[in-house]
């Protein structure tokens, strides 16, 4: 069995910032790309950023140079350092992991989700 367990998330006023963290826990092989999503009320999850195992990067376009995605392998961790929040940056923020079987299968796994809230 493996766990995402997710910290980081609250209140925070426009213009200041947070950090996420994701640790992954259990039965682990290897871990191949991590990343982090978010849904809005009334609006799709979406991405927010990804990385792999090797360390490249990829971001949504509303939060290029404010977020910065990076992991730690050695402890199953990926970050999420979020500056400049704004308040359409409101929403759950849930972390996903891409997981690599030693028979040779895949799985992607989820957390359960943690709530940020920026206010004007």
């Known amino acids: 069995q493996v766990q995402l367990v997710e910290s980081g998330g609250g209140l925070v006023q426009a213009g200041g910032s947070l950090r996420l963290s994701c640790a992954a826990s259990g039965s682990i092989f290897r871990i191949n790309d991590m990343g982090w999503y978010r849904q809005a009320p009334g609006k799709q999850r979406e991405l927010v950023a990804t990385?792999?195992?090797?360390?490249?990067?990829d971001y949504a376009d509303s939060v290029k140079v404010r977020f910065t995605i990076s992991r730690d392998n050695a402890k199953n961790t990926v970050y999420l350092q979020m500056n400049s929040l704004k308040p359409e940056d409101t929403a759950v923020y849930y972390c996903n992991a891409v997981l690599s079987f030693s028979y040779g299968g895949f799985k992607g796994y989820w957390g359960q989700g943690t709530q940020v809230t920026v206010s004007s």
């Open positions: 990385i792999t195992s090797g360390g490249n990067t």
